[in-house]
Protein backbone atom coordinates (compact mmCIF):
# COMPACT_ATOMS: atom_id res chain seq x y z
CA UNK A 1 0.00 0.00 0.00
CA UNK A 2 2.77 2.50 0.64
CA UNK A 3 4.09 2.17 -3.01
CA UNK A 4 0.43 2.78 -4.21
CA UNK A 5 0.27 5.54 -1.68
CA UNK A 6 3.44 7.39 -2.37
CA UNK A 7 2.65 7.09 -6.18
CA UNK A 8 0.08 9.47 -5.34
CA UNK A 9 1.92 11.70 -3.71
CA UNK A 10 4.23 11.77 -6.35
CA UNK A 11 1.94 12.45 -9.21
CA UNK A 12 0.74 15.13 -7.34
CA UNK A 13 3.56 17.20 -7.94
CA UNK A 14 3.67 17.25 -11.60
CA UNK A 15 1.38 18.42 -14.19
CA UNK A 16 -1.39 17.59 -16.84
CA UNK A 17 -4.25 19.74 -16.51
CA UNK A 18 -5.37 22.17 -14.01
CA UNK A 19 -9.02 21.19 -12.29
CA UNK A 20 -11.32 24.28 -11.19
CA UNK A 21 -9.27 24.66 -7.75
CA UNK A 22 -5.80 24.73 -9.65
CA UNK A 23 -4.78 21.07 -8.63
CA UNK A 24 -2.78 19.36 -11.36
CA UNK A 25 -2.41 15.83 -11.74
CA UNK A 26 -0.35 13.22 -13.34
CA UNK A 27 -2.40 10.56 -15.31
CA UNK A 28 -1.64 6.99 -16.35
CA UNK A 29 0.37 7.97 -19.39
CA UNK A 30 2.43 6.50 -21.90
CA UNK A 31 6.09 8.06 -23.55
CA UNK A 32 9.08 7.37 -25.66
CA UNK A 33 12.90 7.31 -24.45
CA UNK A 34 15.25 9.26 -27.31
CA UNK A 35 18.46 11.25 -26.67
CA UNK A 36 18.02 14.84 -28.12
CA UNK A 37 21.49 14.03 -29.45
CA UNK A 38 19.67 11.08 -31.05
CA UNK A 39 17.06 12.87 -32.99
CA UNK A 40 18.09 13.71 -37.09
CA UNK A 41 19.26 17.38 -36.79
CA UNK A 42 20.99 19.41 -38.88
CA UNK A 43 24.91 19.60 -38.03
CA UNK A 44 25.59 15.88 -37.04
CA UNK A 45 24.02 15.52 -34.03
CA UNK A 46 20.35 15.62 -32.53
CA UNK A 47 20.34 19.03 -31.05
CA UNK A 48 17.18 21.67 -29.57
CA UNK A 49 15.93 22.84 -33.34
CA UNK A 50 13.82 21.70 -35.48
CA UNK A 51 13.63 18.19 -35.56
CA UNK A 52 13.52 18.45 -31.52
CA UNK A 53 10.30 20.14 -32.34
CA UNK A 54 9.24 17.89 -35.15
CA UNK A 55 9.66 15.17 -32.16
CA UNK A 56 7.55 17.01 -29.92
CA UNK A 57 4.52 17.09 -32.54
CA UNK A 58 5.24 13.54 -33.24
CA UNK A 59 4.74 12.06 -29.60
CA UNK A 60 1.16 14.60 -29.29
CA UNK A 61 -0.35 12.71 -32.14
CA UNK A 62 0.78 9.93 -31.45
CA UNK A 63 -1.28 10.92 -27.48
CA UNK A 64 1.99 9.94 -25.83
CA UNK A 65 2.52 12.47 -22.31
CA UNK A 66 6.42 11.48 -21.47
CA UNK A 67 9.69 12.39 -23.63
CA UNK A 68 12.29 10.84 -21.46
CA UNK A 69 15.62 12.09 -22.18
CA UNK A 70 19.52 11.11 -20.89
CA UNK A 71 21.66 13.76 -18.96
CA UNK A 72 21.61 17.13 -20.56
CA UNK A 73 25.40 17.85 -19.81
CA UNK A 74 29.04 18.70 -22.05
CA UNK A 75 30.08 14.81 -22.36
CA UNK A 76 33.68 14.04 -21.73
CA UNK A 77 35.62 11.27 -22.26
CA UNK A 78 33.56 8.23 -24.58
CA UNK A 79 30.55 10.87 -25.49
CA UNK A 80 28.62 9.26 -22.31
CA UNK A 81 26.16 11.70 -20.65
CA UNK A 82 26.70 9.25 -17.46
CA UNK A 83 30.58 11.04 -17.37
CA UNK A 84 29.65 14.27 -18.00
CA UNK A 85 32.32 17.40 -17.68
CA UNK A 86 29.89 19.17 -15.16
CA UNK A 87 26.38 18.33 -13.04
CA UNK A 88 24.78 21.54 -13.65
CA UNK A 89 26.20 23.04 -17.52
CA UNK A 90 23.89 22.07 -21.03
CA UNK A 91 26.12 20.32 -23.47
CA UNK A 92 27.10 23.31 -26.30
CA UNK A 93 26.56 20.40 -29.37
CA UNK A 94 22.76 20.38 -28.52
CA UNK A 95 22.37 23.89 -29.74
CA UNK A 96 21.04 24.51 -32.61
CA UNK A 97 22.65 26.63 -34.86
CA UNK A 98 19.50 27.18 -37.37
CA UNK A 99 17.89 28.65 -34.08
CA UNK A 100 20.99 30.91 -34.05
CA UNK A 101 21.32 31.85 -37.29
CA UNK A 102 17.00 32.65 -37.05
CA UNK A 103 18.34 34.62 -34.08
CA UNK A 104 20.30 37.01 -36.05
CA UNK A 105 24.04 35.60 -34.12
CA UNK A 106 25.49 34.28 -37.26
CA UNK A 107 24.38 34.27 -40.66
CA UNK A 108 23.09 31.51 -42.69
CA UNK A 109 25.59 30.91 -45.08
CA UNK A 110 28.17 30.33 -42.26
CA UNK A 111 26.69 27.31 -41.21
CA UNK A 112 25.99 25.21 -44.69
CA UNK A 113 27.80 22.14 -45.54
CA UNK A 114 27.81 20.63 -41.56
CA UNK A 115 26.58 17.13 -41.76
CA UNK A 116 23.54 16.43 -42.77
CA UNK A 117 20.14 14.67 -40.84
CA UNK A 118 21.25 10.95 -41.55
CA UNK A 119 23.70 8.80 -39.89
CA UNK A 120 25.18 8.48 -36.63
CA UNK A 121 26.93 11.03 -34.68
CA UNK A 122 30.39 11.45 -35.56
CA UNK A 123 31.48 13.32 -32.77
CA UNK A 124 34.98 13.74 -33.61
CA UNK A 125 33.70 16.12 -36.51
CA UNK A 126 30.97 17.37 -34.38
CA UNK A 127 33.70 19.17 -32.27
CA UNK A 128 35.88 19.70 -34.97
CA UNK A 129 33.38 21.53 -37.17
CA UNK A 130 29.99 22.63 -35.25
CA UNK A 131 31.68 23.55 -31.73
CA UNK A 132 33.68 26.66 -33.46
CA UNK A 133 30.86 27.75 -35.51
CA UNK A 134 28.94 27.83 -32.29
CA UNK A 135 31.84 30.03 -30.63
CA UNK A 136 31.50 32.44 -33.13
CA UNK A 137 27.97 32.94 -32.84
CA UNK A 138 28.83 33.58 -29.25
CA UNK A 139 31.11 36.21 -30.48
CA UNK A 140 28.89 37.82 -32.35
CA UNK A 141 26.21 38.28 -29.83
CA UNK A 142 28.56 39.40 -27.02
CA UNK A 143 29.63 42.12 -30.26
CA UNK A 144 26.27 42.82 -30.62
CA UNK A 145 25.33 43.83 -27.29
CA UNK A 146 24.96 47.18 -25.63
CA UNK A 147 28.41 47.58 -25.14
CA UNK A 148 29.75 45.66 -28.14
CA UNK A 149 31.60 46.92 -31.04
CA UNK A 150 28.54 45.89 -33.66
CA UNK A 151 25.20 46.88 -31.29
CA UNK A 152 22.51 45.74 -32.90
CA UNK A 153 19.07 46.98 -30.67
CA UNK A 154 17.12 43.97 -31.87
CA UNK A 155 18.88 41.80 -29.57
CA UNK A 156 18.32 43.83 -26.50
CA UNK A 157 15.78 42.01 -24.88
CA UNK A 158 18.10 38.70 -25.43
CA UNK A 159 20.43 41.01 -23.97
CA UNK A 160 18.83 41.18 -20.92
CA UNK A 161 17.62 37.87 -20.56
CA UNK A 162 21.54 37.24 -20.57
CA UNK A 163 21.89 39.15 -18.05
CA UNK A 164 19.81 37.44 -15.36
CA UNK A 165 20.57 34.14 -16.27
CA UNK A 166 24.10 34.82 -15.30
CA UNK A 167 22.92 36.12 -12.03
CA UNK A 168 20.89 33.34 -11.76
CA UNK A 169 23.29 30.96 -12.28
CA UNK A 170 25.71 32.50 -10.75
CA UNK A 171 26.51 29.67 -8.08
CA UNK A 172 28.19 26.91 -11.71
CA UNK A 173 28.39 29.25 -14.20
CA UNK A 174 31.28 31.26 -13.73
CA UNK A 175 33.28 28.35 -12.44
CA UNK A 176 31.92 26.07 -15.34
CA UNK A 177 33.41 28.63 -18.10
CA UNK A 178 36.90 29.01 -16.36
CA UNK A 179 36.98 25.25 -16.69
CA UNK A 180 35.72 24.81 -19.78
CA UNK A 181 37.91 27.21 -21.42
CA UNK A 182 41.38 25.92 -19.59
CA UNK A 183 40.58 22.76 -21.22
CA UNK A 184 40.85 23.90 -24.24
CA UNK A 185 44.41 25.64 -23.30
CA UNK A 186 45.87 22.88 -21.77
CA UNK A 187 44.21 20.16 -24.62
CA UNK A 188 43.54 18.30 -21.88
CA UNK A 189 39.98 17.54 -19.71
CA UNK A 190 42.21 15.77 -16.85
CA UNK A 191 42.64 19.27 -14.75
CA UNK A 192 44.99 17.28 -12.62
CA UNK A 193 47.52 17.39 -15.88
CA UNK A 194 46.93 21.13 -15.43
CA UNK A 195 50.01 23.37 -13.75
CA UNK A 196 49.90 23.33 -10.09
CA UNK A 197 48.41 26.85 -9.18
CA UNK A 198 45.45 26.32 -11.84
CA UNK A 199 44.60 22.72 -10.85
CA UNK A 200 44.61 23.69 -6.79
CA UNK A 201 42.75 26.80 -7.57
CA UNK A 202 44.93 29.84 -6.51
CA UNK A 203 43.61 32.77 -6.65
CA UNK A 204 46.08 34.75 -8.37
CA UNK A 205 46.50 32.28 -10.56
CA UNK A 206 42.97 32.14 -11.87
CA UNK A 207 42.19 36.02 -11.53
CA UNK A 208 45.33 36.04 -14.23
CA UNK A 209 43.68 33.89 -16.99
CA UNK A 210 40.51 35.45 -16.52
CA UNK A 211 42.17 38.72 -17.32
CA UNK A 212 43.80 37.16 -20.04
CA UNK A 213 40.68 35.16 -21.49
CA UNK A 214 37.55 37.42 -20.44
CA UNK A 215 36.63 37.19 -23.54
CA UNK A 216 36.25 33.35 -23.92
CA UNK A 217 34.94 32.52 -20.76
CA UNK A 218 32.14 35.44 -21.76
CA UNK A 219 31.47 32.81 -24.85
CA UNK A 220 31.66 30.03 -22.74
CA UNK A 221 28.32 31.85 -20.85
CA UNK A 222 26.54 32.77 -23.70
CA UNK A 223 26.62 29.35 -25.03
CA UNK A 224 24.76 28.23 -21.54
CA UNK A 225 22.43 31.03 -21.87
CA UNK A 226 21.75 29.81 -25.40
CA UNK A 227 20.79 26.18 -24.20
CA UNK A 228 19.11 27.54 -21.72
CA UNK A 229 16.72 29.72 -24.15
CA UNK A 230 16.50 26.56 -26.95
CA UNK A 231 15.63 24.26 -24.16
CA UNK A 232 13.23 26.13 -22.57
CA UNK A 233 11.19 26.78 -25.88
CA UNK A 234 11.38 23.23 -26.22
CA UNK A 235 10.28 22.95 -23.04
CA UNK A 236 7.38 25.31 -23.59
CA UNK A 237 6.00 23.81 -26.85
CA UNK A 238 5.72 20.30 -25.17
CA UNK A 239 4.14 21.40 -22.13
CA UNK A 240 1.75 22.71 -24.59
CA UNK A 241 0.83 19.62 -25.59
CA UNK A 242 0.59 18.16 -22.09
CA UNK A 243 4.18 16.57 -22.38
CA UNK A 244 6.39 16.23 -19.46
CA UNK A 245 9.87 15.44 -19.62
CA UNK A 246 11.41 12.91 -18.23
CA UNK A 247 15.28 13.62 -17.55
CA UNK A 248 18.11 11.88 -15.42
CA UNK A 249 20.35 12.55 -12.84
CA UNK A 250 23.65 10.13 -12.55
CA UNK A 251 24.66 9.75 -8.88
CA UNK A 252 28.62 10.47 -9.33
CA UNK A 253 30.56 13.13 -11.31
CA UNK A 254 33.51 12.78 -13.62
CA UNK A 255 36.55 12.98 -12.20
CA UNK A 256 37.37 15.15 -15.11
CA UNK A 257 34.98 17.80 -14.34
CA UNK A 258 34.44 20.90 -13.53
CA UNK A 259 32.64 20.06 -10.43
CA UNK A 260 35.28 17.91 -8.85
CA UNK A 261 38.20 20.40 -9.95
CA UNK A 262 35.68 23.24 -7.73
CA UNK A 263 35.04 21.68 -4.89
CA UNK A 264 37.72 18.67 -4.31
CA UNK A 265 36.85 18.22 -0.33
CA UNK A 266 33.42 17.47 -1.50
CA UNK A 267 35.55 14.24 -2.76
CA UNK A 268 37.57 11.23 -1.86
CA UNK A 269 40.94 12.54 -3.04
CA UNK A 270 44.61 12.36 -1.82
CA UNK A 271 47.04 14.80 -0.94
CA UNK A 272 47.92 14.88 -4.90
CA UNK A 273 44.23 15.52 -6.06
CA UNK A 274 44.19 11.72 -7.30
CA UNK A 275 41.15 9.54 -6.39
CA UNK A 276 41.52 6.86 -3.12
CA UNK A 277 38.53 4.78 -3.99
CA UNK A 278 36.32 4.64 -7.44
CA UNK A 279 32.96 3.98 -7.75
CA UNK A 280 31.41 1.27 -10.21
CA UNK A 281 29.05 -1.94 -9.61
CA UNK A 282 30.30 -5.92 -8.77
CA UNK A 283 30.23 -8.08 -11.46
CA UNK A 284 26.01 -8.48 -12.65
CA UNK A 285 24.17 -9.01 -15.77
CA UNK A 286 26.22 -6.92 -17.96
CA UNK A 287 29.80 -7.29 -17.39
CA UNK A 288 31.82 -10.80 -15.16
CA UNK A 289 34.34 -8.17 -13.52
CA UNK A 290 31.48 -5.82 -12.89
CA UNK A 291 31.82 -2.50 -14.21
CA UNK A 292 34.42 -0.13 -12.80
CA UNK A 293 32.99 3.21 -14.07
CA UNK A 294 35.98 5.91 -12.63
CA UNK A 295 34.17 8.54 -11.32
CA UNK A 296 35.38 9.42 -7.55
CA UNK A 297 33.32 8.67 -4.37
CA UNK A 298 31.64 11.57 -2.52
CA UNK A 299 32.65 12.49 0.98
CA UNK A 300 29.24 12.30 2.27
CA UNK A 301 30.70 13.05 5.85
CA UNK A 302 31.87 16.62 4.62
CA UNK A 303 29.02 16.78 2.40
CA UNK A 304 26.52 15.94 5.49
CA UNK A 305 28.44 18.44 7.45
CA UNK A 306 27.50 21.54 5.11
CA UNK A 307 23.76 20.46 4.94
CA UNK A 308 24.05 18.88 1.52
CA UNK A 309 24.38 22.20 -0.41
CA UNK A 310 25.92 21.16 -3.10
CA UNK A 311 23.64 18.00 -3.66
CA UNK A 312 20.81 20.76 -3.02
CA UNK A 313 21.52 22.66 -5.67
CA UNK A 314 22.26 19.87 -8.15
CA UNK A 315 18.57 18.49 -7.32
CA UNK A 316 17.33 22.00 -7.71
CA UNK A 317 18.92 22.59 -10.88
CA UNK A 318 17.22 19.33 -11.91
CA UNK A 319 13.86 20.48 -11.07
CA UNK A 320 14.76 23.61 -13.38
CA UNK A 321 15.58 20.95 -16.20
CA UNK A 322 12.60 18.52 -16.53
CA UNK A 323 9.17 17.56 -14.76
CA UNK A 324 10.14 14.10 -13.49
CA UNK A 325 13.55 13.18 -12.58
CA UNK A 326 15.03 9.76 -12.72
CA UNK A 327 17.87 8.92 -10.24
CA UNK A 328 19.96 6.33 -12.07
CA UNK A 329 21.95 3.97 -9.68
CA UNK A 330 19.33 4.96 -6.91
CA UNK A 331 20.96 1.88 -5.01
CA UNK A 332 24.12 3.69 -4.56
CA UNK A 333 22.31 6.25 -2.35
CA UNK A 334 21.44 3.35 -0.08
CA UNK A 335 25.15 1.81 -0.62
CA UNK A 336 28.00 1.96 -3.31
CA UNK A 337 30.47 -0.34 -4.29
CA UNK A 338 33.84 0.95 -3.29
CA UNK A 339 36.68 0.37 -5.87
CA UNK A 340 40.36 0.72 -4.44
CA UNK A 341 41.31 3.39 -8.00
CA UNK A 342 44.48 0.97 -8.39
CA UNK A 343 42.36 -1.34 -8.89
CA UNK A 344 41.99 -2.62 -12.76
CA UNK A 345 38.13 -4.33 -12.59
CA UNK A 346 35.61 -3.64 -10.40
CA UNK A 347 35.78 -7.19 -8.62
CA UNK A 348 38.01 -6.17 -5.58
CA UNK A 349 35.63 -3.71 -3.83
CA UNK A 350 33.02 -3.14 -0.74
CA UNK A 351 29.82 -2.22 0.07
CA UNK A 352 30.25 1.10 2.37
CA UNK A 353 26.68 2.78 3.26
CA UNK A 354 25.44 5.87 1.90
CA UNK A 355 23.36 8.42 3.84
CA UNK A 356 20.46 7.23 2.31
CA UNK A 357 17.00 9.01 4.15
CA UNK A 358 19.45 11.52 5.60
CA UNK A 359 19.76 12.62 2.33
CA UNK A 360 16.45 13.19 0.82
CA UNK A 361 15.06 15.02 4.05
CA UNK A 362 17.35 17.11 3.31
CA UNK A 363 16.56 17.80 -0.02
CA UNK A 364 12.61 17.94 0.55
CA UNK A 365 13.15 20.10 3.67
CA UNK A 366 15.21 22.50 1.28
CA UNK A 367 12.81 22.15 -2.06
CA UNK A 368 9.61 20.61 -0.59
CA UNK A 369 8.21 17.60 -2.83
CA UNK A 370 10.31 16.13 -5.26
CA UNK A 371 9.44 14.46 -8.51
CA UNK A 372 11.86 11.42 -8.38
CA UNK A 373 11.89 8.10 -9.80
CA UNK A 374 14.55 5.60 -8.71
CA UNK A 375 16.31 3.50 -11.13
CA UNK A 376 16.43 0.81 -8.87
CA UNK A 377 18.04 -2.45 -11.54
CA UNK A 378 20.53 -5.01 -10.84
CA UNK A 379 21.85 -6.11 -7.58
CA UNK A 380 18.79 -4.51 -4.97
CA UNK A 381 18.94 -5.86 -1.22
CA UNK A 382 15.93 -5.37 1.00
CA UNK A 383 17.61 -1.99 2.64
CA UNK A 384 17.27 -0.08 -0.79
CA UNK A 385 13.80 -1.32 -1.33
CA UNK A 386 12.92 -0.08 2.30
CA UNK A 387 14.90 2.85 1.27
CA UNK A 388 12.68 3.59 -1.52
CA UNK A 389 9.35 2.67 0.08
CA UNK A 390 9.88 5.18 2.96
CA UNK A 391 10.49 7.72 0.29
CA UNK A 392 7.68 6.84 -1.82
CA UNK A 393 9.23 6.74 -4.63
CA UNK A 394 8.27 4.83 -8.03
CA UNK A 395 11.15 2.19 -8.94
CA UNK A 396 11.49 0.67 -12.44
CA UNK A 397 10.86 -2.71 -14.67
CA UNK A 398 11.90 -3.92 -17.46
CA UNK A 399 10.45 -6.42 -19.16
CA UNK A 400 13.77 -7.43 -21.31
CA UNK A 401 14.51 -8.97 -17.65
CA UNK A 402 11.73 -11.03 -16.91
CA UNK A 403 12.35 -14.20 -18.92
CA UNK A 404 15.02 -15.84 -17.77
CA UNK A 405 13.81 -17.71 -15.10
CA UNK A 406 10.97 -17.32 -12.16
CA UNK A 407 13.60 -15.16 -10.09
CA UNK A 408 12.96 -12.45 -12.41
CA UNK A 409 9.12 -12.70 -12.88
CA UNK A 410 9.06 -9.08 -10.76
CA UNK A 411 9.88 -7.30 -14.69
CA UNK A 412 7.06 -9.14 -15.71
CA UNK A 413 3.42 -7.03 -16.13
CA UNK A 414 1.39 -9.79 -14.29
CA UNK A 415 3.89 -8.98 -11.00
CA UNK A 416 4.03 -4.64 -11.61
CA UNK A 417 2.09 -2.07 -9.31
CA UNK A 418 0.78 1.21 -10.24
CA UNK A 419 3.19 2.89 -8.45
CA UNK A 420 6.21 1.77 -11.18
CA UNK A 421 7.50 3.14 -13.78
CA UNK A 422 7.40 0.12 -16.89
CA UNK A 423 9.76 0.14 -19.89
CA UNK A 424 10.11 -2.63 -22.43
CA UNK A 425 14.25 -1.80 -22.27
CA UNK A 426 16.06 1.28 -21.32
CA UNK A 427 19.59 2.62 -22.79
CA UNK A 428 21.96 0.28 -21.44
CA UNK A 429 19.68 -2.94 -22.45
CA UNK A 430 19.76 -3.81 -26.02
CA UNK A 431 17.23 -3.18 -28.28
CA UNK A 432 14.35 -5.94 -28.08
CA UNK A 433 14.51 -6.73 -31.36
CA UNK A 434 18.27 -7.14 -30.86
CA UNK A 435 17.69 -9.08 -27.37
CA UNK A 436 15.55 -11.61 -29.19
CA UNK A 437 17.65 -12.18 -32.02
CA UNK A 438 20.24 -13.24 -29.27
CA UNK A 439 18.26 -15.05 -26.58
CA UNK A 440 18.46 -18.24 -25.82
CA UNK A 441 15.48 -21.01 -26.22
CA UNK A 442 14.34 -21.09 -22.64
CA UNK A 443 14.08 -16.83 -23.07
CA UNK A 444 12.33 -17.12 -26.29
CA UNK A 445 9.82 -20.15 -25.08
CA UNK A 446 8.72 -17.86 -21.97
CA UNK A 447 7.88 -14.41 -24.00
CA UNK A 448 5.67 -16.60 -26.66
CA UNK A 449 4.28 -18.14 -23.43
CA UNK A 450 3.46 -14.78 -22.35
CA UNK A 451 2.12 -13.15 -25.27
CA UNK A 452 1.59 -15.51 -27.81
CA UNK A 453 3.64 -17.10 -31.21
CA UNK A 454 5.59 -13.63 -32.52
CA UNK A 455 7.30 -15.23 -35.26
CA UNK A 456 10.93 -12.99 -35.81
CA UNK A 457 9.04 -10.16 -34.41
CA UNK A 458 8.91 -9.86 -31.06
CA UNK A 459 9.40 -5.89 -30.25
CA UNK A 460 5.01 -5.00 -30.93
CA UNK A 461 3.87 -8.05 -28.53
CA UNK A 462 5.98 -6.75 -25.84
CA UNK A 463 5.06 -2.97 -26.02
CA UNK A 464 1.75 -3.94 -25.88
CA UNK A 465 2.62 -6.07 -22.82
CA UNK A 466 4.20 -3.51 -21.04
CA UNK A 467 1.46 -0.68 -22.26
CA UNK A 468 -1.55 -3.10 -20.92
CA UNK A 469 -0.30 -3.46 -17.31
CA UNK A 470 -0.74 -1.37 -14.02
CA UNK A 471 1.83 0.65 -14.05
CA UNK A 472 1.06 4.52 -14.38
CA UNK A 473 3.84 5.26 -16.79
CA UNK A 474 5.15 3.21 -19.27
CA UNK A 475 8.08 4.26 -21.71
CA UNK A 476 9.36 2.55 -24.96
CA UNK A 477 12.57 3.25 -26.01
CA UNK A 478 12.68 4.71 -29.59
CA UNK A 479 14.60 1.86 -31.01
CA UNK A 480 11.92 -0.35 -30.21
CA UNK A 481 9.25 1.52 -31.70
CA UNK A 482 10.68 1.17 -35.03
CA UNK A 483 11.46 -2.55 -34.29
CA UNK A 484 15.40 -1.77 -35.21
CA UNK A 485 18.07 -4.36 -34.05
CA UNK A 486 21.32 -4.65 -32.84
CA UNK A 487 23.27 -1.87 -34.95
CA UNK A 488 20.46 0.61 -33.11
CA UNK A 489 21.86 0.11 -29.54
CA UNK A 490 22.46 3.37 -27.46
CA UNK A 491 24.89 1.90 -24.50
CA UNK A 492 26.92 -1.55 -23.88
CA UNK A 493 27.93 -1.13 -20.48
CA UNK A 494 31.67 -1.99 -19.67
CA UNK A 495 32.90 -1.39 -23.43
CA UNK A 496 34.03 1.79 -23.43
CA UNK A 497 33.96 2.60 -27.32
CA UNK A 498 31.41 3.21 -29.75
CA UNK A 499 28.61 3.93 -27.39
CA UNK A 500 25.58 6.96 -28.21
CA UNK A 501 26.37 7.40 -31.05
CA UNK A 502 22.65 6.21 -32.85
CA UNK A 503 20.35 8.71 -34.15
CA UNK A 504 17.29 8.00 -35.61
CA UNK A 505 16.68 7.47 -39.42
CA UNK A 506 15.65 10.59 -41.05
CA UNK A 507 12.03 10.71 -41.44
CA UNK A 508 10.96 8.42 -39.53
CA UNK A 509 8.33 9.84 -37.15
CA UNK A 510 5.83 8.98 -39.75
CA UNK A 511 2.05 9.67 -39.16
CA UNK A 512 1.38 5.62 -39.18
CA UNK A 513 3.72 5.27 -36.62
CA UNK A 514 1.74 8.07 -34.35
CA UNK A 515 -1.99 6.50 -35.07
CA UNK A 516 -0.43 3.25 -34.31
CA UNK A 517 0.74 4.39 -30.93
CA UNK A 518 -2.26 6.65 -30.40
CA UNK A 519 -4.58 3.75 -31.02
CA UNK A 520 -2.62 1.69 -27.66
CA UNK A 521 -2.63 4.71 -25.61
CA UNK A 522 -6.23 4.81 -26.02
CA UNK A 523 -7.26 1.47 -25.66
CA UNK A 524 -4.69 1.08 -22.46
CA UNK A 525 -6.12 4.44 -20.88
CA UNK A 526 -2.71 5.93 -21.33
CA UNK A 527 -3.98 8.98 -23.85
CA UNK A 528 -4.79 11.20 -20.78
CA UNK A 529 -8.58 11.76 -22.23
CA UNK A 530 -11.20 13.22 -20.03
CA UNK A 531 -13.66 12.21 -22.23
CA UNK A 532 -12.94 8.85 -22.14
CA UNK A 533 -12.88 8.79 -17.76
CA UNK A 534 -16.32 10.47 -18.40
CA UNK A 535 -17.55 7.69 -20.64
CA UNK A 536 -15.99 4.82 -17.89
CA UNK A 537 -18.08 6.64 -15.11
CA UNK A 538 -20.86 6.72 -16.90
CA UNK A 539 -20.61 2.80 -17.67
CA UNK A 540 -20.06 2.16 -14.22
CA UNK A 541 -23.16 4.03 -13.16
CA UNK A 542 -25.27 1.71 -15.95
Known amino acids: MRLDAGFACWIAALWVAGGDNGAMEFQRSSGVLLHLSSLASYGGIGDLGPAAHEFVAFLAEAKQHVWQVLPLCPTGYGNSPYAGSSAFAGNPTLISLEFLSDWGWIEGERIGGLAGRGGNVDFHEVEARKLPLLHEAAGNFLDRGPTGPNHDPKLAEQWGQFEEFCRAEAGWLADYALYAELRRQFNTGAWTAWPEPVRRRNPEALAKIAAQHGRALAQEQVLQFAFSQQWNQLREAAAKSEIRILGDVAIFVNMDSADVWVHPDLFELDEELQPVRIAGVPPDYFSPTGQRWGNPLYRWDVLAEHGFDWWIERIRRACTLYDIVRLDHFRGFEAFWAIPAAEETAVNGEWVKAPGLKLFRALEAALGPLPLVAEDLGLITPEVDALRLELEMPGMRVIQFGFSGKG ?98 EGCWKQELAARLAALAEVTDRDNDPLGEAEEENAKQG
Not at 443 to 450: G, I, L
Request: aromatic share 8%.
Open 408 to 505: AHLHLPHRYTPGAVAYTGTHDNDTTQGWWNAASKIERSAVEAYVGPVGKKPVWPLIRATEASVAQLAVVPAQDLLELGSEARMNTPAVAAGNWSWRAP
